[in-house]
């Protein structure tokens, strides 16, 4: 006797998505009439359908009458494509802190701010307490100066502009003469002395697309004694940075 199973379906959640589908068909929108005939359904079911979908955020009638898709499905999408690009960077994160045996980080700028955007750590290999907000406190962290690095000038004092130099530490830099000196100073590696906690130190290669451009940093953290091992696996850091570089060609 074959006992596989059929996976249970609902209906009513395949009406929904055949009709979203018949929707988004139509970049100008359509009609609910028009709707019903191309999903199939009956006009009443299409109504309701589409009422609850406009409830929810997924669906919106126009003035004109016709139905357009929803905003909030481009928060979907918006999540959708991190979770691509979180499922893509991850394996090379895990596999860096296993090898430096230091937890690893990959930060991006986007849209004017630098913004931590996966970590990989563990028991052996815990992660900073991340204690101040990281959009505040990039200038005393390695990913905040390796991005900022990077940036032409006009970029880096609207950014410098925006966000105070915070003392976190006693080694925090907060003169912004001396961040700029060193932000101009070429490096491979930008490094972060226990500037944004006591206990930790730091140390970040710049990420950059197909064109050269940078669009984040890969990072590392450790305990300020073992910086120097650190530094001189920068040529890890870099090949690692390298991989993600391949990964974000195929995933932005």
């Given at each position: 006797?074959?006992e596989?199973?059929?996976p249970?379906?609902?209906?009513?959640v395949q009406?929904?998505?055949?009709l979203?589908?018949?929707?988004?068909s139509?970049?100008?929108?359509?009609p609910?009439?028009?709707l019903?005939?191309?999903a199939?359904?009956?006009?009443?079911t299409t109504?309701?359908?589409l009422?609850?979908?406009?409830?929810?955020?997924y669906?919106s009638?126009?003035?004109t009458?016709v139905?357009?898709?929803?905003?909030?499905?481009?928060?979907?999408?918006?999540r959708s494509?991190?979770?691509?690009?979180?499922?893509?960077?991850?394996?090379?994160?895990?596999?860096?802190?296993?090898?430096?045996?230091a937890?690893?980080?990959?930060?991006?700028?986007?849209?004017g701010?630098i913004r931590?955007?996966?970590?990989?750590?563990?028991p052996?290999?815990?992660?900073?307490?991340?204690?101040v907000?990281?959009d505040?406190?990039?200038h005393?962290?390695?990913?905040?100066?390796?991005?900022?690095r990077?940036?032409?000038?006009?970029?880096?004092r609207d950014y410098?502009?925006?966000?105070?130099l915070?003392?976190?530490?006693?080694?925090?830099?907060?003169?912004?003469?001396?961040?700029?000196?060193?932000?101009?100073?070429?490096?491979?590696?930008?490094v972060?002395?226990?500037?944004?906690?006591l206990?930790?130190?730091?140390?970040?290669?710049p990420v950059?697309?197909?064109?050269?451009?940078v669009?984040?940093?890969l990072?590392?953290?450790?305990?300020?004694?073992?910086?120097?091992?650190?530094?001189a696996s920068?040529?890890r850091?870099?090949?690692?940075?390298a991989?993600?570089?391949?990964?974000?060609?195929?995933t932005?």
């Amino acid at each position: 006797m074959d006992e596989t199973r059929k996976p249970t379906l609902i209906a009513s959640v395949q009406r929904a998505l055949h009709l979203m589908e018949a929707v988004a068909s139509h970049p100008n929108g359509a009609p609910a009439k028009q709707l019903a005939r191309e999903a199939r359904l009956p006009l009443a079911t299409t109504y309701h359908l589409l009422r609850t979908l406009a409830h929810e955020g997924y669906a919106s009638r126009l003035p004109t009458g016709v139905w357009v898709l929803g905003d909030r499905l481009q928060a979907l999408q918006d999540r959708s494509r991190t979770q691509t690009l979180l499922a893509r960077i991850r394996p090379a994160l895990v596999a860096l802190r296993d090898e430096l045996k230091a937890a690893a980080y990959f930060g991006m700028h986007e849209d004017g701010e630098i913004r931590i955007i996966d970590i990989a750590d563990g028991p052996r290999t815990p992660r900073v307490d991340l204690w101040v907000g990281f959009d505040e406190a990039a200038h005393a962290t390695a990913i905040g100066k390796c991005v900022l690095r990077q940036l032409d000038e006009d970029l880096r004092r609207d950014y410098l502009s925006r966000h105070p130099l915070v003392d976190l530490t006693p080694h925090t830099i907060t003169e912004p003469r001396e961040l700029l000196r060193i932000l101009r100073t070429p490096a491979r590696l930008a490094v972060d002395r226990e500037e944004y906690a006591l206990g930790t130190g730091c140390a970040a290669v710049p990420v950059t697309d197909a064109s050269g451009t940078v669009v984040g940093a890969l990072a590392v953290s450790c305990r300020p004694g073992r910086l120097p091992a650190i530094e001189a696996s920068a040529h890890r850091l870099q090949a690692t940075a390298a991989r993600i570089q391949r990964t974000l060609s195929l995933t932005v």
